[in-house]
């Protein structure tokens, strides 16, 4: 008899279209960085071969799902929020796209490339793993070095602040206000490289 009544159970949810095994909606939101629009001032550093890269960014953060900080010690990760590919990879290609349009130069190389490519001067930017801080405030640390193509010698160094809204920050808030600096963060380092090519010439 309770055989019989599971059967007829089930039968009338394949019935009526409401089976448990029918698929659930995918509520993923997929997010990416924007580069800069408008072109730099300067003129054209069309003779420079510019290299980007590494990007050195924590583990934790360097991978497709979103963070949220929930607490000066904990981390959580968000089950519908998502960057379109890994986060590291975003940031070497928006940043790359960002100094293709200040500086404007023959060419941009992405890490690793060969020697064949003849880099003139290289960017590598390492990103420290983001805080939550006191106020509620999302804050990280990035530090920027330019290098001597051929000798690889450091030539330029900066450091750069972040600010990333505060708590709550929604996957819109974060995408763009990391895209907003990441801009902020490539015009000076645009500086920078525009000065020591500018030695070199």
């Not at 069309?46 to 904990?74: A, F, H, K, Q, S």
């Not at 929604?170 to 500086?191: F, K, Y």
Request: with cysteine; hydrophobic share 40%; glycine share 10%.
């Amino acid at each position: 008899m309770r055989f019989a009544t599971l059967t007829l159970v089930a039968l009338t949810m394949v019935g009526s279209g409401c089976g448990v095994l029918d698929p659930k909606p995918d509520s993923s939101r997929y997010f990416l960085l924007r580069p800069l629009a408008e072109a730099g001032s300067g003129p054209a550093l069309d003779d420079l071969v510019l290299g980007v890269g590494p990007m050195n960014v924590p583990d934790y953060l360097d991978r497709t799902e979103m963070i949220e900080l929930v607490g000066p010690y904990e981390v959580r990760y968000s089950a519908q929020d998502r960057w379109v590919e890994p986060l590291g990879t975003q940031l070497r290609r928006v940043l790359a796209e960002n100094l293709m349009t200040l500086l404007r130069p023959g060419r941009v190389v992405e890490y690793p490339w060969y020697e064949a490519e003849r880099v003139g001067l290289q960017v590598e930017v390492t990103f420290e793993p983001i805080r939550l801080d006191a106020n509620g405030a999302w804050t990280g640390d990035a530090f920027w070095l330019v290098r001597d193509g051929s000798s690889h010698e450091e030539v330029a160094r900066g450091a750069f602040a972040m600010e990333l809204g505060s708590t709550p920050v929604d996957g819109n808030g974060v995408a763009a206000r990391l895209s907003e600096e990441v801009r902020r963060m490539s015009g000076e380092i645009a500086v920078a490289v525009r000065g020591q090519h500018g030695m070199r010439r």
